[in-house]
């Protein structure tokens, strides 16, 4: 069965660092693009942008440049989020999602979601 | 404030049809990117109910459906059941931000 399992809950002090890891299971994470969506606490679902599977090449939305950083490491099956500087305002649940293939292309829906890592950043 | 807007909350009786709108504009829905629709319950990830307008994926029952006609997209469920009880999300893609908008969500409740 494939799945996208994520790492645990954090807890970090401001103006420390987060990565978060995204481990595909049961299929290779390429060639899917893989996306990072944040939910702040009782807040909807805001899309922060794209890593290329194959080639590693980031794309962040525009609320998300400076501070995030999307990686890979592909001998492992891992997708990475990693948050710089945090801020009380990162608190939330970050989700890997991947892109759903259908009809020979990327459709920009996400058909596969990781069960999401809480990011509590607190003094 | 989303991108695409959605009600914050709708609600039927079990069996009745309810819908959401997700109204979007020229730089997104009315471009004619495709909208998605998923189903989230509370401390779960979403779950992708409907893509590319009107498609459900396998294991998705067909009391829910999709349409997008102009710059609006909305999603219908038919029978409402009390396990429909969710919150559910538009989104597509907009060329002016260059990627991915979400809708802000609408919480769904079966009276």
């Known amino acids: 069965q494939v799945q996208l399992v994520q790492s645990g809950s954090e807890l970090k002090k401001p103006g420390a660092s987060v990565k978060v890891s995204c481990k595909a299971s049961g299929d290779t994470l390429t060639p899917y693009p893989m996306n990072w969506v944040r939910q702040a606490p009782g807040q909807g679902l805001e899309w922060m942008g794209w890593i290329n599977t194959k080639t590693g090449n980031p794309t962040y939305a525009q609320d998300f440049t400076g501070r995030f950083v999307f990686s890979l490491d592909t001998s492992v099956n891992t997708a990475y989020l990693q948050i710089n500087s945090l801020k009380a305002d990162d608190t939330a649940v970050y989700y890997c999602a991947r892109d759903f293939f259908t009809l020979g292309s990327y459709s920009h829906a996400f058909d596969m979601w990781g069960q999401g890592t809480m990011v509590t950043v607190s003094s | 404030q989303s991108v695409l807007t959605q009600p914050p909350s709708v609600s039927g009786a079990p069996g009745q049809r309810v819908t959401i709108s997700c109204t979007g504009s020229?730089?997104?829905?009315?471009?004619?990117?495709?909208v998605h629709w998923y189903q989230q319950f509370p401390h779960k990830a979403p779950k992708l109910l409907i893509y590319?307008?009107?498609n459900r994926p396998s294991g998705v029952p067909d009391r829910f459906s999709a349409s997008k006609s102009g710059t609006s997209a909305s999603l219908a469920i038919t029978g409402l059941q009390a396990e429909d009880e969710a919150v559910y999300y538009c989104q597509s893609y907009d060329s002016s931000l260059g990627g991915s908008v979400f809708g802000g969500g609408t919480k769904v409740t079966v009276l």
């Open positions: 020229i730089s997104n829905i009315g471009a004619d990117f495709s």
């Open positions: 590319t307008n009107r």
